[in-house]
C-alpha cells in the first residue's frame, strides 16, 4: 500500500468538499436515459487511500510500493493484538485461539491414570495466558472397573500457565480402568 505519487498527485491532503448529494453506489449511468457514470472524486479516493494506509501503519508498517501484502499483514497483527497477542497457536493436543477486544480461547485433551476412584493432576497450557485464565471447564466419561460410570471432572486450581483437576467416578467404590481422556476449554485475556 503507498500513497499516490504521480506527477499530478497533491503535495499535501486537500481539505474535503461539503457534503453536496445523498451518499449512494457507483453507476455505470445509462446512455438511453442520459443517466452519466459515477465520477470517482478525490474526496472519495482519498477517504479510501488514508483509511486503507491508516490500517497498514496501525499495524506496524512503513508504506512500500513493492509490498502488496501489507493489508492482509497489517490485518493478522491487528487481529493477534486484539486476542491478547498470544497468535494461533495448535500444539500435539492443544490449541489458542486470539478472540476480539482481547479475549484468548484454549482448548486442549488431557489424560486421567486408572486404577483408582479418584485422580488429581495439573494440565500445562501450551502458552501461557497473557494476563489471567478466567475460568476452565473439563469433561471426561469412560469405562470404570465395575461398568460404565461417568467420571466426574472438577477444577481446583486455575493459573496463566496451568490449571489443577479432580477425577472422580460416579460410583465412588469402583475405580478408574485404563488411562481415560478428558477434554477441556479456558478463556482467559
Not at 459515477?38 to 472519495?44: A, E, G, K, Q, S
Not at 497450557?125 to 470404570?144: H, I, K, L, N, R
Request: charged residues 10%.
Amino acid at each position: 500500500m503507498f500513497r499516490i505519487d504521480g506527477p499530478t498527485a497533491a503535495a499535501t491532503l486537500p481539505a474535503p468538499a461539503a457534503v453536496s448529494g445523498t451518499p449512494g453506489y457507483f453507476s455505470d449511468g445509462d446512455p438511453l436515459t442520459s443517466t452519466p457514470p459515477t465520477t470517482v472524486t478525490n474526496d472519495w479516493a482519498n477517504m479510501v487511500q488514508e483509511e486503507l494506509i491508516g490500517v497498514v501503519v496501525a499495524g506496524g508498517g512503513t508504506p512500500s510500493k513493492t509490498d502488496h501484502t501489507q493489508l492482509l499483514t497489517a490485518l493478522q497483527t491487528l487481529f493477534v493484538a486484539a486476542g491478547g497477542g498470544t497468535g494461533v497457536h495448535i500444539g500435539t493436543d492443544q490449541i489458542s485461539l486470539p478472540l476480539a477486544g482481547g479475549f484468548v480461547l484454549k482448548a486442549g485433551v488431557g489424560s486421567i491414570a486408572g486404577g483408582t476412584t479418584s485422580r488429581n493432576g495439573t494440565t500445562n497450557f501450551d502458552t501461557a495466558f497473557p494476563t489471567t485464565c478466567w475460568a476452565v471447564v473439563a469433561t471426561s466419561q469412560g469405562q470404570t472397573s465395575g461398568g460404565w460410570h461417568p467420571i466426574v471432572m472438577t477444577i481446583d486450581t486455575v493459573g496463566t500457565a496451568s490449571f489443577g483437576w479432580n477425577a472422580d467416578t460416579a460410583n465412588n467404590s469402583v475405580n478408574i480402568s485404563g488411562t481415560k481422556s478428558f477434554t477441556w476449554i479456558a478463556i482467559g485475556v
